[in-house]
């Protein structure tokens, strides 16, 4: 207090001096109340009075401009703190720890726009007691911080629940009644112009919020704005350095094998050129794929290998790959990590390799076996191994075989004779359809079929024609069926017809075998296969070579040799028994007899048929044999006479 003489009454000096020392509040009040018991009065205790009015107010203005420095302060040790974090994370809990402590609330968090349209979600908290308030979903426009991102500006409440100005949802309030809290604000989070989310005050006492304290919630925001921004961008700028180093890295792999596959191609086309013995192209091959090789002809045949493929039922699964690779003109991994890759020269087959590389990815495989191909293919050209117009002189022997009008017999028999084709032994005609439209892949998978069973195949009017060695046009059908579904992946037709046994007959017999698909598919049969021989009773309508009576006549004999032997009516009865639905009583009344004589007649057919002449499939034949019957005599001009069939 400031010092004054013994017996003297305080007065605005005193008040000065109070101002000076920087005394309390209080003791520049006191002055009034000393001054009275003093015995002052009148004028000199008004001057007094308003001396002290005065210096509480310098008081104040002086206690507020300092609590102002300490809050610019606070404020730029806090914009420091946010410099530092590096992640997004760490720097949403320092904003949110830094604004509870700056302005002295009970929980502070941070809301920003979810990956969802529309929808805000609490990403940050500090001060809570909860488990409820992280993560929040604030929807739709409740609660305060849509309030405050729309407007730009700061909004506050002293009592959250009980201000009817605010629009509640039933999450928010929850979790305000969970955590306690009365008073709430919130200021937006802002970058330029426009604010992005919300940071909120929270208290857990009624709260009337100043404006020094919303001015300092403001700044606040503002600063955690530009700190947030900041940290997204770091945080993207990390991720595309972190994706580019990655592409780099790819880039510089890629180009290194890039590299590799150059010299490799390099190297083995010269072993293409100055080597005639494929056998050190192979290994040097061999070497590039880290693995075992193998170079295969057309027909199959190994012309060159080094190494093994191990495994139970390794050549078979080989096999099958080959195929594969042909048909889809790319490399093929079969199941047991063996890779096949046609072998192609100016456009036609030249054969296959065989592969078994090493531990290498997809891409670099593939690569390195078109690059092997390319240079085995060179090799041979160059030595004359590889039989490019062997596979398109059985393609044009069999497309002339089909020509109508058809050529010269001994012309075509010649010609097959010279690549080792002998038409005057039996050979079945085999017709492929794939449902899918894919002939010409068809074509490609069944051509190691023909290979080995040296026959011949072309793409014919949609489909796969094959004329193949044999006796046995079902068996044949089947073989070709089992064969292509499981390679082709989709359904297939196939219909055989034969055998034949010269040159003349092809034509003939193939169109036998397009009837018989044909008859398959109004059958509702498709992806399975048949011949003309086992359609049964259409392979009569199909097959020109089985005419109509030696059908009947198998199927009816012992009736109608009974018939005209003894006169009686057994077909005749046959007919009508049928005609009526199998009523014996119906039958002997169209019959005019009695049904003791129709059910002695049908036990006499069926002495003569067999006890299963009533069987379904057996009584379709029936009924055919006796309709084919009645049609062939009224064609003949034949009348109907006892013992012969209506």
Not at 16 to 23: D, Q, T, V, W
Not at 255 to 275: F, G, K, P, V, Y
């Amino acid at each position: 207090m400031a010092l004054r003489e013994a017996g003297n009454r305080p007065d605005a000096l005193t008040v000065l001096g109070l101002l000076a020392e920087e005394a309390p509040a209080a003791s520049i009040e006191s002055l009034s109340e000393e001054a009275r018991r003093s015995g002052a009065a009148g004028t000199e205790l008004a001057h007094l009075e308003r001396a002290v009015r005065l210096g509480l107010d310098v008081h104040a203005r002086h206690r507020q401009r300092q609590q102002r420095e300490a809050g610019l302060s606070a404020l730029l040790d806090t914009a420091r703190d946010l410099v530092a974090p590096d992640g997004l994370d760490e720097l949403l809990k320092m904003v949110t720890r830094r604004t509870r402590l700056l302005l002295g609330a009970d929980m502070a968090y941070i809301s920003f726009p979810d990956a969802e349209e529309g929808v805000f979600r609490v990403r940050a908290s500090d001060g809570h007691v909860s488990a409820l308030n992280v993560g929040l979903r604030l929807t739709g426009e409740a609660g305060l911080g849509h309030v405050a991102v729309a407007s730009s500006a700061p909004v506050w409440t002293p009592d959250y629940l009980d201000d009817v100005r605010i629009r509640h949802s039933t999450d928010i309030d929850q979790v305000v009644q969970a955590e306690g809290l009365r008073a709430v604000m919130a200021v937006p989070l802002s970058h330029g112009t426009r604010p992005f989310g919300a940071l909120y005050i929270a208290d857990r006492d009624v709260r009337h919020y100043t404006r020094e304290e919303i001015s300092t919630a403001s700044a606040l925001g503002e600063l955690a704005g530009l700190a947030i921004e900041r940290a997204r961008h770091l945080d993207e700028a990390r991720a595309t350095v972190r994706t580019l180093r990655g592409e780099v890295g790819r880039y510089a792999e890629s180009l290194a094998l890039l590299r590799e596959q150059r010299r490799a191609h390099t190297d083995l086309i010269e072993q293409a050129l100055s080597e005639t013995d494929p056998k050190a192209l192979t290994v040097a091959a061999a070497r590039c794929l880290g693995g075992s090789l193998r170079i295969h002809a057309v027909d199959g045949t190994v012309l060159a290998g080094t190494g093994t493929f191990p495994g139970s039922g390794a050549e078979d699964r080989v096999g099958a790959a080959l195929t594969e690779a042909h048909a889809a003109h790319r490399p093929v991994r079969a199941p047991n990590g063996v890779w096949a890759m046609p072998v192609t020269g100016g456009g036609e087959v030249l054969g296959t390799l065989a592969a078994q590389p090493g531990s290498r990815r997809r891409e670099e495989i593939e690569e390195l076996l078109r690059l092997v191909a390319q240079a085995v293919a060179v090799h041979l050209l160059r030595t004359g191994r590889a039989s490019v117009s062997q596979g398109r002189a059985y393609d044009e022997l069999l497309e002339d075989l089909l020509t109508n009008p058809p050529r010269p017999p001994q012309q075509l028999t010649e010609r097959a004779r010279r690549i080792g084709i002998d038409l005057s032994t039996p050979h079945v005609v085999v017709v492929a359809r794939p449902e899918g439209g894919a002939c010409g892949r068809a074509s490609f998978l069944v051509s190691g079929l023909a290979q080995r069973l040296n026959g011949l195949r072309a793409s014919h009017g949609g489909a796969v024609v094959l004329l193949l060695p044999g006796a046995d046009a079902a068996a044949t059908a089947r073989a070709v069926l089992d064969e292509l579904t499981p390679l082709l992946g989709e359904d297939v037709t196939v219909a055989g017809a034969g055998p034949v046994s010269d040159a003349a007959s092809v034509l003939h017999c193939h169109q036998e075998a397009l009837r018989c698909l044909d008859a398959m598919t109004a059958l509702g049969t498709t992806g399975r296969s048949a011949s003309t021989h086992e359609l049964g009773f259409l392979g009569v309508l199909l097959a020109d070579n089985r005419d109509v009576r030696s059908f009947v006549d198998s199927v009816l004999g012992p009736v109608l040799d009974y018939d005209r032997q003894r006169l009686t009516e057994l077909c005749r009865t046959l007919d009508v028994y049928f005609g009526t639905g199998g009523s014996p009583t119906r039958a002997a009344q169209r019959l005019h007899v009695h049904p003791n004589t129709v059910a002695r007649r049908l036990e006499r057919i069926g002495e003569l048929l067999g006890p299963d002449w009533q069987e379904p499939g057996n009584a379709l034949e029936v009924q055919l044999a006796l309709r084919l019957a009645r049609v062939r005599d009224v064609l003949m001009g034949e009348e109907s006479a006892p013992g012969r069939a209506p």
